[in-house]
């Protein structure tokens, strides 16, 4: 028995406190690693080739601006950055403007097939994108064709990539909006009933307000993924004109890899990088308040 007794603080220890300050130290490092990778990746786009290979953690001895514009104009990134910035902006309204509506009826409707759709949506969150390819392969051709010879007489592969990147992020998008938004209070719709608001009155005046930080959470989220998306570019729209900015960052790889500049190479890698992470710590903490809001409710 006093073995036993022993052992029990031993384990309360070890459960409530080491394991936690463990994770919790181990958490932190991980997030200094991460915060001396930006800053080094910032400090070697301003050296010179020279001494980005011999002296890699040293600071530049002279800032090299350049690098900056001769990855700008090596790569074409203002072609890429054009379509990087249409790209994220229509497709992430486009997400938000769809996801929400289908997870307010989803989280508010009492019928079997509002949970059976619900969990199709999340299903749609773990089909791995590369198994996709041969289908959005077979679509794009077929759409493109089929714009082409009876519609429009022209088509964009920009704008199959646009309808693709909506159609492949709405998963995620209802599944957290659907989650978030059952959490929230059905009182205010019903107040809203007898002051004679109808549903889609409700929902634009009402539920949009009161769901604004699952909203921003799903809008930025995908916002980096719209930006970082790499693959379904390189499927759908390949051409230099259609490029975004991985993209064109990879291009830029092939070719600095043998002109040996890898000071622009990092200038690059800043140019896709930074925006994004400004933009992370910008609406981190709401980002984290809408994914964690209705969790306790």
Excluded at 7 to 24: E, H
Excluded at 174 to 202: K, M, N, W
Excluded at 210 to 218: C, M, S
Aim: aromatic share 10%; with cysteine; proline share 6%.
């Amino acid at each position: 028995m006093k073995s036993v007794r022993g052992i029990r603080p031993a384990v309360r220890f070890a459960g409530d406190v080491l394991v936690p300050r463990l994770t919790s130290t181990a958490l932190w490092l991980w997030v200094v690693f991460n915060l001396a990778l930006v800053a080094w990746v910032g400090l070697q786009s301003l050296k010179s080739p020279g001494d980005v290979w011999l002296h890699p953690f040293s600071l530049p001895s002279a800032p090299e601006w350049q690098n900056w514009s001769r990855a700008w104009q090596a790569a074409q990134f203002s072609k890429a950055a054009l379509n990087s910035v249409l790209l994220t902006a229509v497709g992430s309204f486009l997400i938000v403007g769809i996801a929400a509506p289908a997870a307010y009826v989803l989280a508010r409707s009492t019928r079997r097939a509002a949970g059976a759709l619900t969990g199709y949506f999340a299903m749609g969150m773990s089909i791995p994108l590369q198994t996709l390819i041969i289908p959005v392969v077979v679509v794009k051709l077929s759409l493109s064709t089929f714009m082409v010879d009876w519609v429009t007489g022209w088509w964009d592969d920009r704008i199959t990539l646009l309808i693709f990147e909506v159609a492949l992020s709405l998963p995620f998008a209802v599944f957290v909006l659907s989650g978030y938004l059952r959490s929230l209070p059905q009182e205010v719709e019903e107040a809203a009933e007898l002051d004679g608001a109808g549903p889609l009155r409700t929902f634009v005046q009402v539920i949009v307000p009161l769901a604004r930080p699952g909203i921003v959470t799903v809008l930025v989220l995908n916002v980096i993924g719209l930006w970082n998306s790499t693959l379904l570019v390189m499927v759908i729209a390949p051409g230099e004109d259609e490029r975004t900015l991985p993209v064109a960052l990879l291009h830029l790889y092939g070719t600095m890899q043998y002109s040996s500049d890898w000071g622009g190479m990092f200038a690059g890698i800043a140019i896709l990088v930074f925006p994004m992470i400004v933009l992370y710590l910008w609406c981190g903490r709401r980002i984290v308040e809408g994914m964690t809001a209705g969790i306790g409710k």
